[in-house]
């Protein structure tokens, strides 16, 4: 069973939908959480931090739970823009272990 | 903004060359990492370096070795490339634990 896990999708949704992404982690030891975004041939690059509280940042809301062991992305309004790879990362305090899901593709159609 | 840079952004080799991969920051960062990246496997961790002459192995890191003699510098390095190391290294570096990645562009080698 891989550490952290994600649908692969692909997703397919138009303009203006809201779709939600879902990661779940195996190891309850880890500490923190975010959601990187990669587009086609580029690196990846940090789209949010995801606190025990949960957090937004305009139309992405992440949210964090412990008890079931998953993060989750929630992206409103989608832009074509938004079409991209999302990945999920988890890491463990005290550790320089980082892990990184393998992803999930999302295409926004006009 | 912090840059991450890769030496090469596309590699061709041969079976059984060694071959370096070099990756710079200029932020003065503590960890330095390198991951490839398949299709369907995400990325996986090959080594990563808290400090200058430190070096972790991650997950996969057989076939691979790293130097670090300067903080802003980490090299990884093929002893002898084989085609199913044919994949995309990206090189990252972050300042500490709880603190976001930057990545590299990163590498496209294909070893033939």
């Known amino acids: 069973r891989k550490e952290v896990e994600q649908d692969p999708g692909p997703f397919n949704v138009p303009e203006g939908a809201t779709v939600a992404f879902n990661c779940t982690y195996s190891n309850s030891a880890s500490q923190s959480f975010f959601w990187y975004r990669q587009d086609c041939r580029k690196e990846p690059k940090l789209l949010m931090s995801?606190?025990?509280s949960g957090n937004e940042d305009g139309r992405f809301t992440a949210q964090l739970n412990r008890a079931s062991q998953y993060i989750s992305l929630l992206i409103r309004d989608s832009k074509l823009s938004d079409s991209a790879t999302y990945l999920c990362?988890?890491?463990?305090?005290?550790?320089?272990?980082?892990?990184f899901g393998a992803g999930t593709r999302l295409f926004v159609k006009a | 903004d912090v840059k991450v840079t890769q030496s090469s952004r596309y590699l061709v080799k041969r079976t059984g060359e060694k071959v370096f991969l070099e990756c710079v920051q200029d932020m003065d960062h503590e960890n330095m990492f390198w991951y490839r990246q398949d299709p369907g496997l995400g990325l996986r961790l090959i080594y990563f370096s808290y400090d200058v002459k430190m070096k972790e192995k991650g997950d996969i890191p057989e076939g691979y070795s790293v130097s670090r003699e300067k903080k802003e510098r980490f090299s990884l390095i093929l002893e002898s490339a084989s085609t199913n190391q044919t994949s995309m290294y990206l090189c990252?570096?972050?300042?500490?634990?709880?603190?976001?990645?930057?990545f590299g562009q990163g590498t496209r080698l294909t070893v033939v």
């Open positions: 990252a570096s972050r300042v500490g634990f709880n603190a976001e990645a930057f």
């Open positions: 990362v988890v890491s463990y305090t005290g550790g320089f272990k980082t892990i």
């Open positions: 995801v606190y025990s």
